[in-house]
C-alpha cells in the first residue's frame, strides 16, 4: 500500500477517496499514515472514520459503528471489543493541530516518525487543501477595501503544504483549492503565479511537475484554467468548482506518464442524489406571531399567480448520465443503511417556510429556481435591501432543481440554508446534513460529529470523495508505475 500523508484534512473526503481506490482483489491501494486537522469536531469524524475503515479492512465485526451512526445504541455501549480497539489505534492517525510555523517541528517530527516506518525509499503521497476562505470569491467581496486582507496569515497557509514538501519530498501531492485562487491577489502579484513561483523553489531544491487532471498537455503549455475540475462533470451531483495541481516529483517524472479524469457519460442530477429520502417536513423555530396571517395571505395569493403559469417545457439542459447515475448510487449506498442518519431538518422560521413555499411553487412551473426579487413584495423581508441596485447576495435564496446537478454546497449552508432550498414543494425547507452530504458524495455510512452546524461545516467543506476516488485511481496507477 502507498502511505498518504493528509494535510488540512477537514472531514476526510481526500482521503475517503484514496482509501477506497483498491489494487486487486480485496487490497487497497493506500493506507493513510496522518491527517492533520485544526478543527475539534471535524478530527472526531476523521477518528471515527479511521476506526470504520480499520474495522473494515481487518474484517472484524462492523455492526457497533452502525449501531452507533444510526443512533440504534450510545456510545458507551458500543464502546467495547474490536470497535474500542480500533477506535484507540485511530488516535494514531489524527492530529489536531493548528498548521503554521509555531506546530512545525512537532507536525515534521510526527511525519518523520510515520515514514521512518515505511520501507525504505517508498513512494508516497501528499494531499490535501490549505483553507479557502482567503481567495474565495465571497470571503473577498465581504472584505474589499480592507487593508489587513493582503497580510492575512491564511493566504499564507500553503506554505505549510509546501514546507512538507521541501522537508519530506513525497513522491505525488494533490493540493486543492478554490476557484477563486486564480483571480486572488497579494497587492499586485497574483496569488496563484506566487503559489507555483514557490512550488518550483523549494529550499531542499526538490524538484515537481506541475500536472494539470483534465487536459493532457506539457507543463509549459498549461493555462490556469487547465487546473480547473468541474466535479459535474465527472458524476458528482453537484456543480462545484475547484483548482486542483498534481505534482510529481521530477526524478521520477518520466517514468510516471500523464493521465487525465475520465469524463462521465452525463450529469448526475438532485433528484438521482436525494429523492429516495424520506421525506421530512421543518418544525417552526418561532411561534407565527399576527404578521404571520398577512404572510400567510400573500402565499395563497402568490400560489395562485403561480397556478396560472404554463408549466416548464424542456427543463433539462444537461444530458443525464446513466452510467453515472449507477456509479453513484452504488457509491452512495450501504445495505446496512436503510434509513440514513442525519438527515432531520433544521427548524426554520415560520416566515422563511412562507417563502420557500412559494418559491418551490414558482420553481416547479418555471423548471428553475425563481430569482428571489421574483418574489412578490410581501415575502420580502422587512429588513431587506433587495430591490436596491448593487446589494450584494439578491439571490440569496434558491430552490435547487431536480433535473440537474445542485449549485456548489459551502460551509455557510452551516448559516441558514436558504440557498439549498428542496425542490419539493411538500418539503419546502433547507437541505438536511444527509442532502447536503449526498451532493458532496459522502456514502450514507459516513457520519458527521458535532452539532448540526459543525456537521454542515464539515460537509461544505469537503472535496468530493466520488472524485477524489477518481484521482486516486491517477495517483495510485502512476505510483505503481514508478514502483513497478
Ligand atoms: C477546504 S477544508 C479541507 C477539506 C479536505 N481536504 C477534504 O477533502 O475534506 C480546509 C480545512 O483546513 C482546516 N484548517 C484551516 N486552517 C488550519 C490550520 N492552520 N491548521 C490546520 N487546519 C486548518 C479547516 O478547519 C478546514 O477543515
Same mark, same amino acid.
Given at each position: 500500500m502507498f502511505p498518504l500523508i493528509d494535510l488540512f484534512a477537514g472531514p476526510g473526503g481526500l482521503n475517503e477517496g484514496f482509501s477506497s481506490v483498491? /489494487? #486487486? +482483489? #480485496? +487490497?487497497? /491501494?493506500f493506507e493513510n499514515l496522518a491527517s492533520f486537522e485544526m478543527d475539534a469536531y471535524a478530527c472526531e469524524t476523521l477518528r471515527l472514520r479511521e476506526t470504520f475503515r480499520h474495522l473494515t479492512r481487518t474484517g472484524a465485526d462492523t455492526s457497533g459503528y452502525f449501531d452507533y451512526i444510526l443512533g440504534r445504541k450510545p456510545w458507551s455501549e458500543i464502546f467495547q471489543g474490536a470497535f474500542a480497539e480500533a477506535y484507540s489505534l485511530s488516535k494514531d492517525k489524527v492530529y489536531r493541530k493548528v498548521l503554521g510555523e509555531d506546530a512545525r517541528p512537532d507536525v515534521d517530527n510526527i511525519i518523520r516518525q510515520k515514514l521512518a516506518q515505511q520501507e525504505e525509499g517508498s513512494h508516497w503521497a501528499l494531499i490535501g487543501g490549505p483553507p479557502c476562505q482567503a481567495y474565495s470569491l465571497a470571503g473577498r467581496s465581504r472584505r474589499t477595501g480592507d487593508a489587513t486582507f493582503a497580510s492575512d496569515h491564511k493566504h499564507f497557509l500553503y506554505r505549510e503544504y509546501l514546507h512538507i514538501l521541501s522537508e519530506f519530498k513525497p513522491t505525488i501531492f494533490v493540493m486543492e483549492n478554490v476557484k477563486g485562487l486564480l483571480s486572488s491577489k497579494n497587492g499586485d502579484d497574483s496569488m496563484f503565479q506566487t503559489i507555483l513561483a514557490d512550488l518550483s523553489a523549494l529550499p531542499s531544491g526538490v524538484r515537481y511537475e506541475i500536472r494539470s487532471l483534465v487536459v493532457d498537455k506539457s507543463p509549459s503549455d498549461l493555462a490556469p484554467s487547465d487546473f480547473i475540475i468541474r466535479a459535474e462533470e465527472y458524476g458528482v451531483p453537484q456543480k462545484r468548482h475547484r483548482v486542483i495541481l498534481l505534482g510529481v516529483r521530477s526524478d521520477v517524472a518520466s517514468l510516471m506518464p500523464r493521465r487525465t479524469l475520465q469524463r462521465a457519460d452525463g450529469v448526475v442530477t438532485v433528484r438521482e442524489a436525494v429523492a429516495d429520502l424520506p421525506a421530512v417536513t421543518a418544525a417552526t423555530s418561532n411561534r407565527a406571531p399576527k404578521a404571520q396571517i398577512d404572510w400567510a395571505a400573500a402565499e395563497l395569493a402568490a400560489l395562485e399567480d403561480v397556478a396560472k403559469l404554463e408549466p416548464a417545457q424542456a427543463v433539462v439542459s444537461m444530458q443525464q448520465g446513466q452510467r453515472a447515475a449507477r456509479a453513484y448510487s452504488s457509491w452512495i449506498r450501504d445495505s446496512n443503511v436503510h434509513k440514513p442518519a442525519q438527515h432531520q431538518p433544521r427548524p426554520h422560521m415560520v416566515s422563511d417556510l412562507v417563502r420557500y413555499r412559494v418559491m418551490t411553487a414558482l420553481a416547479e412551473r418555471l423548471g428553475k429556481s425563481p430569482k428571489y426579487t421574483d418574489l412578490p413584495s410581501a415575502l420580502h423581508p422587512e429588513h431587506s435591501n433587495v430591490t436596491k441596485a448593487g446589494t450584494p447576495f439578491t439571490d440569496r435564496f434558491r430552490v435547487q432543481v431536480w433535473d440537474a446537478p445542485s449549485t456548489t454546497i459551502v460551509s455557510h449552508i452551516s448559516k441558514d440554508g436558504h440557498y439549498y432550498i428542496h425542490p419539493e414543494k411538500e418539503q419546502a425547507r433547507s437541505f438536511t446534513v444527509r442532502e447536503a452530504a449526498r451532493l458532496q458524495t459522502f456514502p450514507d455510512n459516513y457520519f458527521f460529529e458535532g452539532p448540526r452546524t459543525q456537521q454542515f461545516h464539515q460537509v461544505g467543506n469537503a472535496v468530493p470523495p466520488l472524485l477524489a476516488k477518481q484521482i486516486g485511481d491517477i495517483v495510485a496507477a502512476m505510483l505503481s508505475g514508478v514502483k513497478g
Open positions: 483498491t /489494487a #486487486g +482483489e #480485496g +487490497e487497497y /491501494a
